[in-house]
């Protein structure tokens, strides 16, 4: 227990003696606070806190209004990298969310480097800057910006999630391109994935060799494999891979408040929608396959009678659906079956 | 009515409907003439065209060796080395043909009615391999379909002289023959693939689409156990022959035998060679020895392959993926790596609109079209299937590659559409106990030789195959065939006990409402054609308040002046979408054009826009550009302007030169892409800002506003002293500005302007 | 004044010179300039600078100052009185020359003769004379005979032999093109130009005449004589000046005179105009193209074109000399009239119907201002019945259709006219109402033809409105091959069906027997 303490203790004098040590060396570098003794000494201060915070913090330095002000102030010797984010749950951020593990990889990635340059990661919540947020006219989070040592607060180098996205790599090539550092990214492995791959893999291939005389009927039956490729087909017909690449939002609230799931726009569309059209698909097509392959086999001319109109209804029926749905989406489309 | 007479009346009804499609199908292709002139469209037409002209004037081999000093500039470009010149030459042809029997048709005009003859051509390729896969009544549905589906239409109006307008014919032929070859085992059709192949390969880079799908059809077989010497001699006649030829375009070169694209091909062939080797040996030992022997061949092939194509792909011999392929695969690869991919509005993923759009009811059909290639399954229908699941992939994932789906939906759809008619249209006496099975049954009786002739073929291919040998895997294959045999008498027994449509109230139900959505259909592709489809995007045009149409002609305006008033050799610099346009039609010297070989260049281009003007004045000197050209639609609300692209720009150039272009700097604090007074100052000082709206204020007296971004203009607009203004078109639409000469007397451009101005009381020194 | 203010520029432009400064005439519109006012300096000041070289008309007539020249024709006539008109209101120049004469030799005069200065042949657009009383045309010709170092002599007949001492009167018209330039070399937008005339103050004649006086009308108030002889007083009322009249003018006189004046407008200039007439017997049909290769030779713009100037004040460019649009006329019966260029229609084009006739307004893609170009090319089809007549009970027809239509105030540098007879015509002959460089005669092979269409192709130069005559050409064309052309496709159709027959029963398979066993 003491000797914990201790131990810490002597970690913490440690890494002051080194920041101290840091700071002439910085100067020189720097070469501006030279000038005046006075704003050296500060700066020496300042530095010093600020390393420990970094080291204290797995090298995220969480700031607040003033801590970010002090950060800020002249004289600097020092670059920054500050994230906007809100991570706390009442905004429910979510890309705040998915970013901040990636963030913290590379604030990590950073810690491991030997030489540091000069430069701190820190982050600012919502909640602790709020005017922070609004003194620089930030209006969306998460946004990491970069404040080179030599360049005052108004010049903003903003990282760009739109363009480059909110993977660790990407963001540690565009911070070495700036901070002249050299951060590599490692991602931690997740040994239970691993295992759970592994083992699952192996599971299959055990199943496949048990099943391996019925594999033969099953990877030979046409049915499964009929499925297996119309289901494809309806998938991608309606508009499966656009979802894949623009990920939109499921459903989006509409005017009276219910979720709206026909998006605006003709090339436009949500995850929900696509699905319904997909299923609007399936049923006509269904129906069709029934008038081909099912009628035929009934015996009983009123059983047949009634399957047919049942399924040329069910056919006219979903069809005028899809039309009047596409109408929806293309205001201009002059054509209608039975919903005017 | 006796079967002669059916059968006469449709040997001579066949014909004529198919002639009337194929003149349903160029005809309504020809909206754009109607509405217009007869006129190359877009872009990458127009370089088609340019190239036909200088083949017609100059023979082939002058075309072949042409290098192209007046595009890319400095840099040049190869033409005969980077074109598929397969369109050119078809197009040249036609037009020699012509005058050689004195028809001295003007070379615009066969390169303007190439895509809807060849439409035609389609469709009635469209009735082949159809009638190879059901029977000829679906496969006049099939043509007919593929005839006026919009999603052919689009990329074959008259005027869109491109490489699809042929591509698709070939395309469909192609595999027709493919099938043609599979069913009769011929080295004759094998042949002929191949050389159609060929063609397709000189034509359009989606043979690549071939290039995998015929093996995959190949392999699927092989893995289905239904090896065949029918297989085995077209594929091997179609490969060997097809590689050889492909590769004498020097476009495409060796890459059959180097990138990953073709790799498939090849691998299949090697396992076709070992598996006929395997039969062969078979033969010769006892089953004991060709276990061990087939044991010891396979893992020692297995390990070699392995090795030697990791090995080769390390040391580069065989190449990665190129971008566009690679993104047709990781979908999110290109928004990242190659934003001149992803910024080229035909490489997006196509919405589920869009796949209406182009193919109104035949998108639910084609599912169950499929579903009735899987009921049958025989070779052919192995091949449809795989390429119905694979294109629409595709299709899925590029708006472009729709053209490479419709083919397959109409096919399929065709089939579903006439098995319906066939259900509810069959006489019911003589229905009664037969079946869909063998097609050629229920067809009407001018039996087509081959369907009447595969299973006969089949049955006698079988047993040879699996006959020899009594040990274990024999069985295994004998196994296999029994089970295909058995799954087959299932089928026939099940189909037996089959019973017409009883009431004439039903059938006539589903007929007419099958026939009403024909017709609509047909209302539907016309309205999509019409509307959509058939403007020649270099003309507008434009609805007044009485209604009366308004052309606006902005393009050729300035492109005609550029070509008329400018020195023989100016070099004209502006964004590439209007290279190829510029070249054609105004005759001048780009820097670079919608052939975006070379991403620096494009930058270099991007960069002289997006920077102030010091900074791109020295690229514009560099480069001796003598004029910049931009589009502007602020005056008329032309939403595809300069500024709405510029971003792509700004992006491109970022990507080469990251330090002195930032994206970020064009986005307001509040990370908005604004152009009036909130602008960022890197956008107001940015070379394309200043061009697009110099003097735009002054149009309204002071409060001008930007029509296509609504945004009100602040009153002093921006001053330009580098260039000056040369030609602005009538609408706005096209600014052409002059890059000033150095100062007569030294100074500065900028203190010339403002002496000029009168701003700054200098002593004129002589 | 304008002169000085000329002058001051080529002193300016000299001192570039001198500083070697050639250099910072980077730009040809620069160089053009140039060269431009060492031009104007030449006029200026008889100084004379290498770059004069290749100006024509000035070269000469500094040769000719040095000895008087003397006429070589026969001096049996005198003139009593001439007035000679030169008309500058308009960028064709005309010149009408009234003379009194009289026989003052012993024996009846047949021939009067007119000499022109072989520097101005090329400029020469067109000449006539005529009767000043009884306004009959007289006939003249360029005559050989009498041609020497500087002058080529017009015989003109005389409708009736003058008898010793007979006096007449006759009057030659004749029209100049392409003789003023610009000056200043570059204008505005919508700046008035102004040009330079440079030519002879007197009326040249071959015999000395007693009294000649020669009026000057310019277009307007605004103008500068800059140079005219000492010995003569130049008076100017408002838009005209008048020279002399001089007393006892001995032949050949001439001098210097120079006149800037301002001429609003276009100098529009057809440099070459391809016309294509095919006639068409079977449809009964007059095709008739017309390829236009135009340029403004006004003042050149200064600085760029200014599109939002334009539209500010589209009234402004009135001024300027920027082309608009042009009106041509067209048949009345013309159908399918199109009017395009190299790449597609021009679609701003409006036609108005005239009783006689209907007017095209071509509106081109772009405004044409001094120095700009562009071409264009417009066609039409017409019924035949109007332009070919049969002469009766014979294979002989006859095409009468005018030569070119002219634009007004447009001079044509080179037209080439092919007129394209059907397929078959023998014996074409063709009659032409002025003289021009050649007619030549070939085949062309067009639309289903075998043998080719015999066709006629006319080429001349310098051309003005007033040749726009009707044309005559004469040509058989029996009614046998008026019916080979159905013959010739039925043949083709025949022979396609015939291949279509041999190839459908010919078998291409690759043991063709085995697969028919299988069958």
């Known amino acids: 227990m003491r000797g914990l303490s201790r131990t810490t203790l002597f970690s913490v004098a440690a890494m002051l003696g080194l920041a101290l040590l840091a700071i002439p060396s910085s100067i020189s570098s720097s070469g501006l606070a030279s000038a005046q003794p006075a704003g050296e000494a500060l700066l020496a201060k300042k530095v010093a806190r600020l390393s420990a915070k970094a080291s204290a913090n797995k090298g995220i330095i969480s700031l607040d209004s003033s801590a970010f002000e002090d950060v800020m102030s002249k004289p600097r010797n020092y670059s920054v990298v500050v994230l906007f984010t809100a991570i706390s749950p009442e905004f429910n951020c979510v890309p705040c969310l998915n970013f901040d593990p990636e963030y913290k990889l590379v604030a990590s990635g950073w810690s491991k480097l030997a030489d540091k340059s000069q430069l701190y990661f820190s982050v600012l919540d919502f909640k602790a800057g709020q005017e922070i947020f609004q003194k620089m006219g930030m209006n969306s989070a998460p946004s990491v910006l970069y404040f080179p040592a030599t360049a005052s607060q108004s010049t903003q180098d903003r990282y760009d999630f739109g363009r480059l996205g909110f993977q660790a790599e990407p963001f540690a090539n565009w911070l070495n391109a700036r901070a002249g550092t050299s951060i590599k990214v490692q991602r931690p492995i997740d040994y239970m994935d691993v295992c759970i791959k592994i083992i699952g893999t192996i599971a299959c291939l055990f199943t496949v060799y048990q099943l391996f005389t019925k594999a033969g009927k099953i990877l030979g039956s046409k049915y499964i494999w009929s499925a297996v490729s119309m289901f494809t087909i309806f998938i991608m017909i309606s508009g499966h891979m656009w979802n894949q690449i623009r990920n939109p939002p499921y459903t989006a609230p509409g005017r009276d408040g219910r979720p709206g799931f026909i998006a605006q726009g003709f090339q436009n569309q949500f995850g929900l929608e696509s699905q319904i059209v997909a299923v609007l698909y399936a049923l006509i097509c269904g129906s069709a396959i029934v008038l081909i392959s099912v009628v035929p086999k009934i015996e009983n001319p009123t059983q047949q009678r009634l399957v047919v109109w049942a399924a040329m209804c069910f056919f006219g029926f979903f069809f005028s659906v899809l039309i009047k749905f596409f109408q929806v989406k293309n205001p201009g489309y002059p054509f209608t079956l039975l919903f005017k | ?766 | 004044m304008r002169f000085i203010h000329s002058q001051a520029l080529v002193v300016i432009v000299a001192s570039f010179l001198v500083a070697g400064q050639v250099a910072a005439f980077s730009s040809p519109e620069e160089a053009a300039d140039f060269e431009a006012f060492a031009a104007q300096s030449e006029f200026a000041d008889y100084g004379t600078i290498p770059v004069m070289e290749e100006d024509g008309p000035q070269q000469t007539h500094f040769e000719s100052w040095s000895e008087k020249d003397v006429s070589i024709v026969p001096q049996n006539i005198k003139i009593t009185n001439l007035l000679r008109t030169l008309d500058l209101s308009r960028p064709l120049i005309r010149e009408i020359t009234s003379a009194a004469i009289q026989n003052i030799a012993e024996e009846d005069v047949n021939d009067y003769y007119f000499p022109v200065d072989l520097a101005y042949m090329s400029n020469l657009a067109h000449i006539t004379a005529e009767n000043r009383k009884t306004k009959e045309a007289l006939e003249l010709v360029k005559d050989e005979q009498y041609l020497d170092g500087q002058f080529q002599y017009y015989r003109i007949k005389l409708s009736s032999p003058l008898t010793p001492g007979e006096k007449m009167q006759i009057t030659i018209k004749s029209s100049l093109s392409n003789i003023i330039r610009p000056f200043p070399t570059h204008v505005g937008q919508a700046e008035k130009q102004k040009v330079l005339y440079f030519g002879n103050p007197f009326a040249l004649t071959a015999y000395p005449a007693t009294k000649q006086k020669t009026t000057v009308i310019t277009p307007s108030n605004v103008l500068d004589v800059l140079h005219s002889p000492d010995e003569v007083d130049v008076v100017i009322k408002n838009n005209q000046v008048i020279l002399g009249p001089y007393n006892d003018v001995s032949a050949l006189e001439h001098g210097i005179f120079e006149i800037q004046y301002q001429l609003t407008g276009a100098i529009q200039h057809v440099r070459h105009l391809r016309r294509d007439v095919e006639v068409s017997h079977w449809g009964n049909n007059l095709a008739i193209e017309e390829h236009y290769n135009f340029v403004n030779n006004g003042a050149q713009l200064k600085g760029q074109f200014s599109r939002i100037d334009y539209q500010r004040n589209p009234m402004g460019l009135r001024d300027g000399n920027g082309i608009l649009g042009f009106i041509t006329q067209i048949p009345k019966l013309a159908s399918e009239i199109y009017y395009r260029d190299e790449i597609g229609n021009i679609s701003t084009s409006a036609i108005v119907h005239q009783p006689d006739h209907v007017q095209l307004h071509m509106k081109p893609r772009f405004p044409i201002f001094g120095g700009w170009n562009t071409t264009w090319y417009l066609g039409y089809n017409a019924p035949l019945d109007g332009y070919v007549h049969n002469v009766p009970k014979s294979d002989k027809y006859i095409l009468k259709v005018p030569v070119f239509v002219p634009m007004k105030d447009t001079t044509y540098e080179q037209v080439e006219i092919r007129v394209v007879l059907p397929e078959g015509s023998q014996n074409v002959k063709v009659h032409i109402p002025f003289e021009v460089e050649s007619i030549a005669q070939s085949t062309i092979k067009t639309y289903m033809d075998s043998a080719g269409r015999s066709t006629v192709t006319i080429e001349a130069r310098n051309l003005i409105e007033d040749h726009a005559q009707d044309m005559l050409i004469e040509y058989e064309y029996s009614s046998a091959s008026y019916l080979t052309k159905p013959f010739a496709a039925a043949a083709m159709l025949m022979a396609v069906f015939a291949t279509s027959m041999i190839v459908s029963r010919l078998d291409f398979k690759i043991g063709g027997s085995a697969i028919k066993k299988n069958k």
């Not at chain 2, 491109?162 to 599979?182: C, H, P, S």
């Not at chain 2, 002195?660 to 940015?686: C, H, I, L, W």
């Open chain 2, 1 to 766: 009515m006796s079967v002669e007479t059916t059968s006469t009346v449709a040997r001579v009804l066949k014909p004529t409907i198919l002639i009337l499609i194929a003149l349903v199908a160029i005809s309504s292709r020809l909206f754009s003439i109607i509405r217009f002139e007869s006129v190359i469209h877009e872009f990458d037409p127009w370089f088609n065209y340019r190239t036909t002209q200088h083949l017609v004037k100059n023979g082939f081999y002058d075309f072949w060796n042409w290098f192209d000093e007046k595009s890319w500039y400095p840099l040049g470009r190869v033409v005969g080395g980077t074109v598929y010149p397969g369109i050119m030459v078809t197009s040249a042809v036609i037009h020699n043909v012509l005058h050689f029997f004195n028809f001295p048709v003007d070379i615009r005009n066969v390169c303007v009615f190439l895509a809807p003859m060849f439409s035609g051509l389609t469709a009635f390729s469209a009735y082949l391999l159809t009638k190879e896969l059901k029977d000829s009544s679906a496969g006049l549905l099939a043509a007919a379909f593929l005839g006026v589906a919009p999603g052919y239409i689009s990329r074959s109006v008259a005027g869109s002289y491109d490489n699809e307008g042929i591509a698709i014919f070939l395309l469909v032929f192609t595999f027709y023959l493919w099938i043609k070859a599979v069913k009769t085992g011929s080295a004759y059709f094998g042949l002929l693939t191949a050389l159609f192949y060929f063609y397709m390969v000189s034509a359009w880079g989606g043979y690549v689409f071939i290039t995998n799908l015929v093996p995959l059809h190949a392999f699927t077989l092989l893995l289905m156990g239904r090896y065949s010497n029918r297989l085995y001699v077209s594929y091997s006649t179609f490969y060997a022959v097809g590689t050889l030829l492909s590769m004498q375009i020097p476009f495409v070169g060796f890459q059959p035998t180097r990138t990953s694209e073709h790799m498939a091909a090849l691998g299949v062939f090697g396992l076709l060679q070992l598996y006929a080797f395997a039969e062969l040996v078979r033969g010769h030992v006892t089953p004991k020895q060709f276990k061990t022997l087939l044991r010891a061949g396979v893992s020692a092939v297995a390990v070699i392959a392995v090795v030697g194509l990791t090995l080769l792909s390390f040391s580069g011999v065989i190449a990665p993926f190129t971008g566009r392929f690679y993104s047709l695969y990781d979908t999110g690869y290109a928004k990242i790596h190659i934003p001149i991919i992803a910024s080229v509005s035909e490489h997006q993923p196509t919405a589920w609109t869009s796949f209406f759009f182009d193919l109104q009811m035949l998108i639910f059909l084609f599912p169950a079209g499929v579903y009735l290639c899987f009921k049958e399954l025989k070779d052919e229908h192995v091949f449809i299937i795989l390429y119905s699941v694979f294109a629409s992939y595709f299709a899925g994932v590029m708006v472009r590659l729709m053209l490479t789906l419709t083919p397959v939906v109409c096919v399929s759809a065709a089939i579903a559409y006439s098995t319906l008619l066939d259900t509810y249209l069959e006489k019911s006496d003589h229905v009664l106990g037969t079946n869909l099975k063998p097609l050629t049954a229920t067809n009407d009786s001018n039996g087509d030789a081959s369907t009447d002739a595969k299973p006969t073929s089949n049955g006698t291919k079988k047993p040879h195959s699996s006959g020899k040998g009594n040990a274990k895997e024999a069985k295994a294959t004998a196994a296999k065939a029994d089970a295909v045999e058995s799954k087959a008498q299932a089928k026939s027994t099940a189909a037996a006990k089959r019973y017409p449509v009883f009431n004439w109230d039903s059938r006539a139900m589903v007929i007419l409402q099958l026939t009403w959505f024909l017709f609509m259909f047909a209302w539907h592709c016309t309205y999509v054609t019409s509307g959509s489809y058939s403007s020649p995007s270099i003309v507008l045009a434009s609805r007044q308040q009485d209604g009366s149409q308004m052309i606006i002609d902005d393009f050729r305006e300035a492109y005609y002046w550029l070509r008329k008033n400018t020195k023989e050799d100016a070099k004209v610099m502006s964004w590439w979408d209007y290279g190829y346009q510029m070249a054609g039609m105004a005759n001048v010297t780009t820097l670079v054009d919608n052939n975006t070989w070379n991403n620096t260049h494009i930058a270099t281009v991007g960069k002289a826009m997006a920077t102030s003007e010091e900074v791109s004045y020295e690229v514009l000197r560099r480069h001796d550009v003598d004029y910049v050209l931009i589009l502007f639609g602020g005056v008329i609300g032309y939403s595809g302007d300069d500024i709405n692209k510029f971003l792509w720009m700004i992006r491109i150039a970022e990507g080469v030169y990251p330090n002195e272009v930032k994206e970020t700097n064009f986005f307001t604090p509040r990370g908005e892409y604004k152009v009036d007074q909130d602008a960022t100052p890197t956008m107001k000082n940015s070379l394309m800002y200043k061009m697009s709206y110099y003097r735009f204020a002054e149009l309204y007296g002071g409060n001008a506003v930007d029509h296509v971004r609504q945004a009100r203009m602040p009153s002093e607009g921006p001053k330009l002293s580098v260039l000056e203004e040369a030609y602005t078109t009538e609408n706005w639409l096209v600014r052409i500005f002059k890059v000033k000469d150095l100062d007569v007397l030294g100074r500065s451009l900028f203190d010339a302007t403002d002496f000029d101005k009168g701003k700054i009381r200098k002593t004129k020194k002589f």
